[in-house]
């Protein structure tokens, strides 16, 4: 099956496209999508994911996330691996 997410409009600000995604928060997702669906299920997240011009702030050290998760070695080199093949810009 397909799974489609997408935000409710009375709660997206229309400020957010010039705003950076947190780190924290691609880490919780994919952490979730691993459990669930597997390494492929990743790929197929990153893949079929739009957005990814918008710059990810990396917040790892300091969580903003206020649901982040600590991700094990492997699963931060599984997000890095994707972020950096889709080119994504990463604010440090």
């Known amino acids: 099956g397909v799974h489609i997410y997408q935000a409710n409009p009375d709660y ?22 691993l459990t669930h669906f597997g390494t492929d299920g990743v790929t197929g997240f990153f893949e079929s994911t739009s957005g990814w011009e918008r710059p990810i702030k990396d917040d790892r050290a300091e969580p903003i996330y206020p649901r982040a998760q600590r991700l094990s070695p492997d699963q931060t ?11 994504v810009t990463v604010l440090r």
């Open 12 to 33: 997206v600000d229309p400020t957010a496209q010039h705003k950076p995604i947190l780190l924290s928060y691609i880490d919780c997702v994919i952490q979730g999508f």
């Open 77 to 87: 080199e599984l997000v890095d691996h994707h972020l950096d093949r889709l080119a």
